[in-house]
Structures are given as structure tokens and as C-alpha cells.
């Protein structure tokens, strides 16, 4: 073989393995379709708007993953494509009349392809459940594990039957930003989204600690497929060079688009340059090496102090500036008020996470923003409805002092908010009635939030008026320094995305840290130590849940444990638990040398005679729960008079008693018996920790007591180790403060997150069990002579309370039923500040029917009409009714106001599609409703709800009916 033919032939199998190993191969055009390319100017591309991060307008300018996979392709074609933006609906029907030549974002089906040539999907849009990530209810997501939770969904998707057909209770959002915002708030468990659209959203809205869980096994919430389509009768040609061009695209080049707009929201992912410094700027760097800083010391996650140093992602992001210039900050943590003044005198270089204001930028130079935090409200479980700002005009507000939107916030209320220099400060005086709402950044309130365990605390709503966006962190510069000024600047941009999604996944998401192995944690006589010592013997709290509990007598389980769970890795020794019954007898135990350590408690005076205290490690409330009939407690000197419970041998109640030595205090076993007590009327008070006694009114649902104060005596838990044996102490200190804010915060949203999970008592069950077991051999004996006999008693008894509570001939409950029933709910829902709806609703001209078809044909239609009112009201808190004659009552809790009314909306339009049959006549009715929603308070009365949802009803018939009216004052 010539030896230039040999040299071509490994050319080719080079280029072939080339092609091969990168995925890569340019389209094998033909002459013709070379030529067409060349000849067509311009190709119009319709794309959906509004289809973030799929496609939508910003900025002047079309962006998202299918617009920048269309620059891909016409790259890789060699066309030139225009780009039309417009909804579905338009752009469907320009495409259809030639007006547009190719049509992005569209689905296969076969009655489509018809008409339209597909290319191959270049994406899958996959559809999933998103849940908090410190939530682990859901671990092994199903269809079970999901009924019973708060869904999210976005109004009228197409997959919303499919949910409803599984059973799964569903509260619909306008748009996917409010949808994520409400799991992030709190206001749903989980919601349903697509995976890359939640992702996006989510971080373009600061809302961390949100994550994918997978379609929980409904297999009918299937994958889109995303294609470009062309008309068959248009242009064979376009469309065989626009398909040719995408097989062409290399898989890798997709996947990163994919990557860019899930995690970095549409930027470069490529790592910029290294930053370039002018000569002015290196010396200035060599003639001012260090910086000063001032921090807050209670900003968490971005600043706050830990084991005495500055920590946080701002210290983490300032940390990556000083690699990339060689300065060194020197950090000065202080209250705000003090930093801003402190930095007005030129005392500080530098002023972190700080926002624009014009007031500010007088005496600032302000760099890009780092990070973006969204404002909340936060207010009380007991605040009662909220309907946006309008609810907080005229309540105690509280807000941080010198705060970017203080001048809004104060306009907005009637009296001016109460400021505050410390955030810990101000959330707990709003936990303990001292406020009524308080504003902050959402990061920052629920991270104190778990620090304090303030478990009556909830986000009401988005603090967002016009004017005023999210919260902007940037660096303040001093005026003094322009240099400094343009080096942060570049140093903030030289800093890549991934460095960016590194620093939010260590301080901001729900990520824990690997734990240390505590090789190097330990000094030598330590480790000789635990090597001699190999057991170490803990007590705990055997019935302190969420704190902690022994489980069947010795398995330790709570907030305690998993801390422990976390250090012991950490300790060449083994940590066994000496099972106990009580505290008390925990104490006992650990004072005789039984145990070595007890988990979780308190230093006082007299447990120091016994024992060393590591540094705390849980820092909770005290507080005092009383009847919701009671006043809020301004302070515990103005109810010495009063019999107050607490539990046995608890430090708060050595504090209590030494401090008030005329306080009546009873000593209880646990928490249960102290609040079943205090529900009883026994005592007027419950002293523990609010996350106790929180997680004890949320599992048991009790409405009737309430948190009434704060004790000035926080309860600081450390380890309690032996003091016989110092070493000890030394020990568990270090393991104390090896473990990271972070882990502790994941721990603690763990905890109090199963607030929402109902209550099953194993103990109690299989005592039942055992004395049902017994009664079950007793009875087999009478078994066959009395089983027929209870068999038509006990249908007897079930029709009897049928005719009690059912109308015969429809099967919804009746008027009596319904009145007395919805007179309980409305008091609970004016007790708890619930939401109660109420509709009437009328067969429209229903006496036309019975006199025309006859009362049996009558009958039957309010038959069909009652099974369509119940299979549209199927959930627990839903009640339904026939009313009398033609009209029918439904009332609902929860919601919003415009819930019900949305409900009767797709049950109107539903009753337009009945058909009765009679003798081949189609009868075809319509209903009208009336509407009534309320949050009751004292003055309201059901008498007066029911009157004003018939005045709604007259208005519905007035307005020429089949229509739905909700109540308004004239």
C-alpha cells in the first residue's frame, strides 16, 4: 500500500476517534441544503414568554436554557434565527398560519405530528416534589406519606387531576414564585413544580434549602419533551437542516446549558481571569496591607461571632478577596447603630453587608450586591389572619434600627415601629407578646428562630412594598478610600460561580459538615485517658421530647441525641446509657457515680457540688404557658400570688424558688402532666422551655392554652460531666465546640419540624392491645350466641343516627346537624383565629323542573346535584348540607378568603354539564351561591354569617344567577 494512502487512512481513523471521544459531529449537509443556508436570510423562531428559566424577556433581551440552546443550534446550522416571544396560545397560532417558520419548546403528540415534523427532544422537563431541606418527614416520599401535609401547586397545571385523583390536599399559587415562597415560609410541606424551573426560581429568590425529592412514585407526572417543530407543508428543507444540526449538538455542550440555568441561574460557568490591579492599586494594597471591617455579631448565616472570632459566609466570601489582593481585614463585631457610626468617623475601612441607600451613598461607596436576602414579616402563631401589610398598620412592629426601608415601614404604619440594635432581641420580644409583627431578612429571623427554639413563630407574608426590593448586602467603602473602593470591586467579579454556590452550600444551605474524627481534638493525657477509661456512662432525661426521651426504656432519641450522635465519632470511647425513669432520678444517679456525664442540663448552685459544666451548647426560653383567656404576663413579679407547675427537679425551678421564695410552685413528672393541669384549671400557670411546651400544644392540637412570658433566666444546656474526674470536662468542652453552627441549626429545624406530625402513643397502644386481647378471648365464648344480635344493633344504632344526622334522600347531612356542627367549628375558629367560610347555594328555578317533570324526576335531580356537592368538598375540614327544599350549606376552615368562592366556581360549572335523563328529555340546571368569609372575633356571631351568605345568594339571583356572589359591605 502506497504510503500516502496509509498516512490518509490513519487521518480518517484519527478524525473517526476524535469525532467518538468528544461527542462531536458537524452535520453532513448536503449540496442542497448548503445552498438553502446560504440563501436564507433570516428564520423566525416562536418562543413562549414568561417560561422561566425556559424563555422569557429581561433586560432588553431574550434569555433562558431553550434561548441559549437556540444560539447553540444556529451556531452549529449556520442560520440566522429571529426570535418571536408571546404566550402559548399566539405563538401556536402564528406558527399554524405560516407566520412563524419554526416553533420552539413543543411537545410530541401524534395528533400534533399530523401537521408538524418533529426534531429530537433536546430536554426533558421533569416535574417533582421540592421540600425543605431540615425537613426529614419525607424521607421514602410517597403518595401515603404526602396526604395529610399542605401540597403547593401552580394554579390550573396540567397535572393538578392527576394529584387530586391520588388523594393528595392541594392549595394552588399564582405564580412558581409565590409557590416557592410558600415552602420556603413555611406554608406548605412540599409543592410540585419542574425540577430546573424550581431550582431557578429559587435561587433567583434567595430561598435556600429547598430540594428536589423525586415524583414520589406517580408515574403520570411524566417528563416534557422538548422539540422544535416545523410545518410538513412549509419547508422540507429547513426542516432537515434544523434536525441534521441538533443530532450534531454534543450531548456534554447541553448538559452544561442545563447545569448553568439550574444551579447558576443563566451565568457563565466558566472561572474568570484573575483579577488585574493598576499600579495605583498595588501600592496602594503595599501601603495599606490591613483593613478594618465592622460586622454584626448576630447576623447569621453572613455575620456573626463564634468561639470569639467572626464567622459566616461574608467572613468566607472576605476570605477569598484577601487570597485574590493579599489584604488583610481586620474584623470589628458591634451592633449596627454603633458600626455605621463607628464608620462615619473614619474609624472603619469598611462596613459589611450593607445596603444601598441614597441617604447612605452620601458618605459610601457601594459595591455590586454579594447577596440578596428577602424581607419577611414574621408575627405569632396567635396573630389571627393576615391579608398582607394592611394587617400590621396598626400593631407594635418591631424592625433593626437604621434598617434600608425604615422610612416605607414607617409611613405604612400609624405609630412608629419599635427599634432594636439586637435581631435576638427583637424576635423574642415578639415571641413573648412584647410585639405584635416584626420585619427582617428571612435567613436571619429563622436562624434565631432555631437558636431560641421560638416555636410560636411564624412567617406571615413577604415584606415587599413598591419600592422596595430585596434586601442587598454589599461592602460599604469609606469615602476616604476610592482605591480600596475599585479593588473590592474586582475582586467581587473575579470570583467565580462555583465559588459562589461553595460558600452558599456551607453557610446558607442545610449541608452538614463531615465530623472531625477528633484525631488531633485531644491532647496526649486526654487520650490516655479515654483509652484507660473506655466506657463513659451517661444519664439523660428519660421524658424531656424535643429535647430528649428514652424510647422503650433505653434507645435516646431528640434534639440531645443527635448532637451526640454527631461527637461520637469524635471519641476513642464508648458512650453507654444508664436507663432511668425520671429526672430526678437521673440526678440521683449521676451525684453517686453511676454516670459519668448527663447529657443536657443546667449549671446551678447546688448540681456544681457534684458536677462541671461544658458551655452551653442549647440555649432555650423559659416561659409561662397559661389559658388563652388570660392576660399576656408582664413579668413574673405581678403573679406571686398565683399556683404555677413545673417539673421536678428541673434547675429553672431551684432558680425559681431561690429567686421568689413566695412563688407556689407543684412539682410535676413531665411536661404532658404539667399542661394537662393547667387545662384542667389546677393551676394558672406551666413553667418550661418554649420548645417543650410548643411541641407538646402542636403534637396534642390544644387550642386553649397559650405562651404568656418569657422568664429573665434563659435556660443555658451544656454537658454535666463528673467533677471527681476534671479531665472529663476538659474533654467534652472540645467536643462541645467542635461541632459548627451549621450542625447545630440542622439539628434544631430536624426537631422542630415535627411539630406538624401527628402524635401516636406506643405505650398506650399496647396496653390497649393487651386488655382488647384478653376481652377478645372472654367474648369468643359468647361469640355465637350473641353476634346476630349485635350485628342488627348495631345496624339499628347506625340507621338511627343516619336519620339523626343524614337527609334521607340525598345523603348529605341535614340543616339540624350542619347548625350544630358549625356552631363548634366557628367557635374554634374565633378562639384560634382560623379562617371560616360559608356559602348557601339554590337550584335555579328549581319549581319549574318540579312542576314540569313532576316531583320524582325532582327528587332525582337533587340527588345528582347533592353527589356533585360531595365529591367536590371530600376534605376533613370541608362540611356539606342540604339546607331545606332546593338549597344547600357547605362551610369550610383554613384558606384564604377567595378559597371557597374558587371551589363553588368549578362546582357551578360542573352542575352545567349534569344531564338527567327523563323519557329522552336532557334536564340541565344551574346554581347560584352566595359567599360569607371571616376570621370571627368576639363580636361576630354563625347567625350573623349564614345571613349575610343568603344576602350574597339574593345578590347572586338579582344578577341574573349561575353566578357566585361574595358578601361586601355597601
Not at 449538538?249 to 466558566?270: C, H, K, N, Y
Not at 409583627?437 to 415587599?464: E, H, P, Q, W
Not at 354569617?945 to 341574573?960: F, H, I, P
Amino acid at each position: 500500500m502506497p504510503a500516502i494512502k496509509k498516512l490518509s487512512l490513519l487521518l480518517i481513523a484519527i478524525s473517526v476517534l476524535f469525532t467518538t471521544f468528544c461527542g462531536w459531529a458537524k452535520p453532513l449537509l448536503t449540496a442542497e441544503e448548503k445552498q438553502y443556508i446560504s440563501r436564507k436570510k433570516t428564520v423566525i423562531v416562536g418562543v413562549v414568554n414568561d417560561n422561566e428559566p425556559y424563555s422569557f424577556f429581561r433586560d432588553g433581551a431574550e434569555k433562558g436554557f431553550s434561548v441559549d440552546f437556540l444560539r447553540l443550534l444556529e451556531k452549529e446550522s449556520g442560520l440566522r434565527f429571529e426570535i418571536r416571544m408571546g404566550n402559548w396560545t399566539d405563538i401556536y397560532k402564528a406558527f399554524l398560519s405560516g407566520k412563524i417558520d419554526v416553533i420552539d419548546e413543543i411537545s410530541y403528540t401524534e395528533e400534533r405530528a399530523r401537521i408538524v415534523s418533529f426534531t429530537e427532544p433536546y430536554h426533558f422537563r421533569k416535574t417533582v416534589f421540592f421540600k425543605r431541606g431540615d425537613d426529614n418527614r419525607f424521607s421514602g416520599l410517597s403518595v401515603e406519606s404526602l396526604k395529610g401535609r399542605k401540597i403547593g401547586i401552580a394554579k390550573d397545571i396540567y397535572y393538578l387531576p392527576i394529584l387530586r385523583e391520588a388523594g393528595i390536599e392541594l392549595t394552588e399559587y399564582n405564580n412558581y414564585a409565590d409557590l416557592m415562597k410558600s415552602l420556603a415560609f413555611g406554608w406548605t410541606d412540599a409543592v410540585v413544580a419542574s425540577e430546573l424551573t424550581g431550582k431557578f426560581i429559587a435561587r433567583e429568590n434567595s430561598l435556600p434549602n429547598i430540594v428536589s425529592v423525586g415524583n414520589a412514585g406517580l408515574d403520570k407526572l411524566h417528563q416534557e419533551d422538548f422539540r422544535l417543530g416545523i410545518l410538513k407543508q412549509s419547508d422540507p428543507l429547513l426542516f432537515s437542516v434544523i434536525n441534521k444540526s441538533l443530532k450534531s449538538i454534543p450531548r456534554s455542550s447541553v448538559s452544561d446549558l442545563e447545569q448553568m440555568w439550574e444551579t447558576f441561574s443563566g451565568r457563565d460557568i466558566a472561572k474568570p481571569e484573575k483579577i488585574k490591579l493598576t499600579h495605583e492599586e498595588e501600592a496602594y494594597i503595599k501601603s495599606h496591607p490591613a483593613v478594618s471591617v465592622g460586622t454584626m455579631p448576630d447576623y447569621s448565616p453572613f455575620s456573626f461571632v463564634s468561639g470569639g472570632s467572626v464567622s459566616g459566609y461574608t467572613r468566607s466570601l472576605l476570605d477569598i478577596i484577601s487570597k485574590q489582593t493579599g489584604i488583610t481585614f481586620l474584623y470589628s463585631p458591634n451592633n449596627w447603630p454603633e458600626i455605621i457610626k463607628s464608620f462615619k468617623k473614619g474609624r472603619l475601612d469598611i462596613m459589611a453587608d450593607m445596603s444601598y441607600t441614597e441617604d447612605r451613598a452620601n458618605y459610601t461607596l457601594f459595591t455590586s450586591p454579594y447577596y440578596q436576602i428577602p424581607n419577611v414579616v414574621f408575627v405569632r402563631d396567635d396573630f389571627g389572619g393576615y391579608s398582607g401589610l394592611n394587617s400590621i398598620r396598626d400593631k407594635r412592629v418591631g424592625v433593626m434600627s437604621d434598617i434600608f426601608y425604615m422610612d416605607k415601614l414607617k409611613s405604612m404604619l400609624k405609630s412608629p415601629p419599635k427599634e432594636y440594635v439586637s435581631q435576638d432581641d427583637m424576635l423574642r420580644d415578639l415571641a413573648f407578646g412584647r410585639l405584635d409583627a416584626a420585619v427582617t431578612a428571612l435567613n436571619a429571623g429563622n436562624n434565631i428562630i432555631k437558636k431560641y427554639a421560638l416555636v410560636n413563630l411564624r412567617i406571615a407574608g413577604s415584606f415587599s412594598p413598591e419600592g422596595v426590593g430585596m434586601e442587598d448586602l454589599r461592602f460599604g467603602i469609606t469615602k476616604r478610600h476610592p482605591l480600596l473602593h475599585s479593588i473590592m470591586e474586582k475582586a467581587l467579579k473575579g470570583i467565580s460561580p462555583e465559588e459562589h454556590i461553595q460558600l452558599e452550600n456551607q453557610w446558607i444551605t442545610a449541608k452538614v459538615p463531615e465530623a472531625s474524627t477528633g484525631r488531633n481534638l485531644f491532647n496526649p493525657e486526654e487520650i490516655a485517658y479515654l483509652k484507660k477509661k473506655k466506657v463513659i456512662y451517661m444519664c439523660v432525661d428519660p421524658d424531656w421530647i424535643p429535647f430528649e426521651k428514652l424510647k422503650n426504656g433505653n434507645t435516646h432519641i431528640g434534639i440531645s441525641a443527635d448532637f451526640f450522635e454527631l461527637i461520637r465519632p469524635k471519641l476513642p470511647a464508648e458512650i453507654t446509657i444508664v436507663p432511668t425513669t425520671t429526672w430526678e432520678e437521673s440526678l440521683l444517679a449521676v451525684n453517686s457515680r453511676k454516670c459519668d456525664i448527663v447529657s443536657l442540663a443546667m449549671k446551678t448552685d447546688d448540681r456544681r457540688k457534684y458536677l462541671n459544666f461544658t458551655s452551653p451548647y442549647l440555649v432555650v426560653p423559659n416561659v409561662v404557658a397559661t389559658s388563652v383567656n388570660e392576660p399576656f404576663i408582664s413579668g413574673i413579679e405581678s403573679v406571686l400570688d398565683k399556683t404555677f407547675g413545673s417539673v421536678k427537679g428541673y434547675a429553672i425551678t431551684e432558680v425559681l424558688r431561690r429567686n421568689y421564695p413566695s412563688l407556689k410552685i407543684i412539682e410535676v413528672t413531665n411536661d404532658e402532666e404539667g399542661i394537662r393541669m393547667l387545662q384542667q384549671g389546677r393551676i394558672y400557670g406551666y413553667i418550661g422551655t418554649m420548645a417543650s411546651i410548643g411541641y407538646q400544644i402542636s403534637q396534642q392540637k390544644i387550642t386553649d392554652i397559650k405562651i404568656s412570658a418569657r422568664l429573665p433566666q434563659d435556660w443555658e444546656l451544656g454537658v454535666g460531666t463528673r467533677n471527681d474526674e476534671p479531665i472529663l470536662g476538659s474533654i467534652f468542652q472540645k467536643l462541645v465546640l467542635s461541632v459548627s453552627p451549621a450542625e447545630r441549626n440542622e439539628i434544631l429545624g430536624r426537631w422542630l419540624s415535627v411539630r406538624y406530625d401527628q402524635k401516636f402513643n406506643y405505650d398506650l397502644f399496647s396496653k390497649i392491645l393487651a386488655v382488647v386481647a384478653l376481652f377478645l378471648v372472654v367474648m369468643m365464648y359468647w361469640g355465637n350466641k350473641l353476634r346476630k344480635l349485635n350485628t342488627q344493633l348495631q345496624e339499628a344504632n347506625q340507621r338511627l343516627q343516619e336519620l339523626s344526622e343524614k337527609d334521607s334522600l340525598t345523603g348529605l347531612y341535614n340543616r339540624r346537624y350542619f347548625s350544630a356542627n358549625a356552631m363548634q367549628v366557628f367557635g374554634m375558629c374565633r378562639r384560634s383565629g382560623i379562617r371560616f367560610s360559608i356559602a348557601i347555594l339554590d337550584i335555579d328555578h328549581f319549581k319549574r323542573i318540579n312542576d314540569t317533570y313532576g316531583h320524582v324526576t325532582g327528587d332525582l335531580c337533587l340527588q345528582r346535584i347533592a353527589h356533585t356537592i360531595k365529591q367536590h368538598f371530600l376534605r376533613e375540614n370541608d362540611t356539606s348540607a342540604r339546607y331545606g327544599g332546593e338549597e344547600f350549606a357547605v362551610y369550610t376552615t383554613g384558606g384564604d378568603e377567595n378559597a371557597l368562592a374558587s371551589y363553588l366556581e368549578r362546582l357551578r360549572h360542573d352542575i352545567e354539564t349534569i344531564c338527567v335523563d327523563n323519557e329522552g328529555d336532557c334536564i340541565r340546571m344551574t346554581i347560584s351561591s352566595g359567599v360569607y368569609s371571616l376570621i370571627p372575633d368576639n363580636r361576630d356571631t354563625l347567625d350573623d354569617a349564614v345571613r349575610k351568605a343568603d344576602d350574597a345568594l339574593y345578590k347572586a339571583k338579582q344578577n341574573g344567577r349561575n353566578r357566585v356572589e361574595i358578601y361586601t359591605e355597601d
